[in-house]
């Protein structure tokens, strides 16, 4: 096991009619005035919004508005934001969403306490050393957000999806009702779990070190988002497995699961934010496209993890049927395993690594991915 | 699944010589003078005293000392640790020890703000509203007290062996070296695994709701101890072993695995404790005889979940075999299962039972827990 730091002083708030209690827990962390920030107006619609409102009403909680996140939340927004932020005096920012409204608020939240351009956080040529306290209801379970200190924001003018981490933005309060979480389209469902076993299989297969502990608790988050997603395709309204899916994703990517294994790498990821940027795909359903084709690729760099996934989540002897089941099981529950489906021809290719590589040398691993290799992998999907 | 709040602000500092380190975290925390707290002197024999106070020295921290914390640590001491800090404006109380040193400076840190009796919070007659942070540097991974808000103190006047909960006394930052476990004897190792595995099964059998996730969690967490507990007696010296028992230990009892379960109670440990608190027996030897009797009296109120303990555990589809093959595992690893083992005859159970029962009317249990329930449980063991 290598040394390790966690820590994760996010308070969850979990269950149902919790998000009626947002404005006391603002008013016990000594807040007076929020940025309510949120999407293109969904919670307008399910009478969300009205009960934030009359939460903060009640406890004398002053705010301001800012909607129009959209999934990949933008520069642009998050810039609107800071400005807001700063021209009011805003205390803390309010994110009532999902994670890509989380996102949003924790990049704002770093900015109104900057001086400089906020993408400097995103390029490493500044560190986040204040932020404003971060708070969310959240509507949909995937990425996380809600109880880390990770904010992905793709810039308009660069085409770069890039991200921050900081506990310093880590929300203080995350409330998590999973009843609001019961409209999302089956579509969006299959994608937030498709994110989920993402995070989990990440570090998992490219970590240096597997403690057993660690595997085994992935295993047991991939399970649960496996069978949980099944019976939630089947029945929207089954509440406690919208909660367990809810509560597995959280941990997911809070920290808990690349402790002691030297943290592993986001290949993933980085090829999957290439595919948003330039195509604006969902991001789960990019990462349904990456996940088997990069898997085939690496299979051979970690045999024996790849036999262990095999075996744990599917109860087969062959890391090849691994693969393939999960492949299946994407497909099955209705995300996109290849680039055809996402409209993407073979010409896209070299532009889409192009990207990527721009990325991994952001995130320091570019020895690991040139561009050729990048190409190898997205030509398997 | 039910709602519930996690929140778990502890910083885990986990690796080889992080306790090097202690006076810098203690610095960044702007305490400038802490008591160190710490047991019957066997950190003064392995250098790790040494090492605290060099790092002390280097980051200028002031301290006063107060040693002899015993297993199952008593109330003086802890009063005695109250009036040192009151009297020399002490900021922080640094444990350097075990669960028991843990749990001492963390009443001691409750205290230190109260102008009443300490004991009033553990008798419920009063509630903790400010305490001094607490730091820890652990020699021994079992009770989860470096991640909780929990202290177990005994009241040597009243034979009371009783316990609180707030999160102002958890850790700020706990240091865990796996390193430093390694001298522990094999009989404590032992009571150790069976401490861990006590957490992880109170709530697993008795709570009201079972979600597949948490059950899964503590299944980790049990076959986690169970392996590294084999491998640990058989090489002490196996750090990878040694730290996954200390992280998986840690997850035992920090809050993690009860979340949305609605809680359950802990009978093993309300019994337990007045073994402790009348023959001073180990902690874990009291539960390693307190567990399988409570299995037996306890396993028909929960079919199902005994059943899965089986399966799971040890790959038996007969829930009694599950009972059976963890009191076999208990023997083989050189804990008592038996009162007999504990030189307690049957004349003692009476008084147990009159004692424990008083700790059912402080934790709420006596409706479930009778003085005769208790005597049917005991007579089982």
Partial sequence: MNNFTYYNPT??????????????????????KVLLHYGTGSIKKNGLYEKIIISLNKSNIEFKELSGVVSNPLLSKVNEGISLSKENNIEAILAVGGGSVADSAKAIAAGAKYDGDVWDFFINK???????????????????????????IINENTKQKYSIASVLINPLISVINPELMATVSKEYLAYSAVDVISHCIEVYFTASTHPNFNSAIVESIIKTIMQTTEI??????????????????????????????????????????????????????????????????????????????????????????????????????????????????RDGIKELATNANATANVWGMSELYSKETIIEILEKA
């Fill in 11 to 32: 308070k969850i708030e979990f269950g149902k009619e919790k998000e009626n209690n947002i404005g006391e827990y603002l008013a016990q962390a000594g807040i007076k």
């Fill in 126 to 152: 500044a560190e986040i050393l204040e932020a404003l306290p971060v708070f969310t209801v959240m509507t949909l379970s995937a990425t996380a957000s809600e109880m880390n200190g990770n904010s992905v």
């Fill in 232 to 345: 939630l395709l089947e029945n929207p309204n089954d509440y406690d497995a919208r909660a367990e899916f809810a509560w597995a994703a959280i941990q997911g990517l809070n920290g808990l699961t690349p402790a002691g294994t030297e943290g592993g790498n986001f290949p993933n990821h980085m090829i999957e934010h290439s595919l948003s940027a330039l195509y604006n795909v969902a991001h789960g359903a990019g990462l349904a496209v990456v996940i088997p084709a990069w898997m085939k690729y690496y299979k051979e760099q970690n045999q024996a993890q790849f036999k262990r996934f095999a075996k744990e989540i599917f109860n087969s002897d062959d890391a090849d049927v691994g693969i393939e089941k999960l492949e299946s099981w994407f497909s099955k529950i209705g995300a996109p395993t290849t680039l055809k489906e996402l409209n993407i021809t």
